[in-house]
């Protein structure tokens, strides 16, 4: 059964870095596309970014272009998001999506939390 | 961007009631549309996909319809474990895009 593990969530201060990681166990991970999606408090669901099997595209949200970037190892079949000057509106909780554009499968989810 | 709105935002309904929710695209996606289940304090479930066809598992009571700017989520009827909030999205370009939600609570 395909799943999805995030972490690396916690407290941060505005304009500080968090990166959370992925891990991906009961699917060959190199096959797919993959995905974060991230969900503020009361809120509804956002696209962050995706990464193509090979990691040689990736895409990028507006709201976080220039300061999140997404990578993959697939030898450890792991995803990652460093996040970069992070702001109060990137409060969040951020899932990791199975696929590039349909998420048949997410992970928990960890929250993200900038505050001072 | 492509934008997403999904209608009503809420409703109230009882076990067995037939529930329609509406989904409309800002342009043409063909048939692009996917949707969500969400339970509070969990992930989403991926119910349906290409508009209309249902993930492996997923029960019969589900159904989505449409292509182009509009589409429906119908649950035939209504099962205790079916109150929930539901997001559609597109996967037609980028960035992918949800509506806003459309919460089932119990009357």
């Known amino acids: 059964e395909a799943q999805l593990v995030e972490s690396g969530g916690g407290l941060v201060q505005p304009g500080g870095s968090l990166r959370l990681s992925c891990a991906a166990s009961?699917?060959?991970?190199?096959?797919?596309?993959m995905s974060w999606v991230r969900q503020a408090p009361g809120k509804g669901l956002e696209w962050v970014a995706n990464i193509k099997q090979d990691g040689s595209d990736k895409y990028y949200a507006d709201s976080v272009k220039g300061r999140f970037t997404i990578s993959r190892d697939n030898a450890k079949n792991s995803l990652y998001l460093q996040m970069n000057s992070l702001r109060a509106e990137d409060t969040a909780v951020y899932y990791c999506g199975r696929g590039g554009g349909n998420f048949d499968c997410w992970g928990q989810g960890t929250l993200v939390t900038v505050s001072s | 961007d492509i934008q997403m709105t999904q209608s009503p935002s809420s409703l109230s309904a009882s076990v067995g009631d037939r529930v329609t929710i509406t989904c409309r695209a800002s342009q043409s996606i063909k048939n692009y549309l996917i949707w969500y289940q969400q339970k509070p304090g969990k992930a989403p479930k991926f119910l349906i996909y290409a508009a209309s066809t249902l993930q492996s598992g997923v029960p019969s009571r589900f159904s989505g319809s449409g292509s182009g700017t509009d589409f429906t989520l119908t649950i035939s009827s209504l099962q205790p474990e079916d109150f929930a909030t539901y997001y559609c999205q597109q996967n037609y370009s980028i960035p992918r895009t949800f509506g806003p939600g459309t919460k089932v609570d119990i009357k």
């Open positions: 009961g699917f060959t991970f190199s096959n797919y596309w």
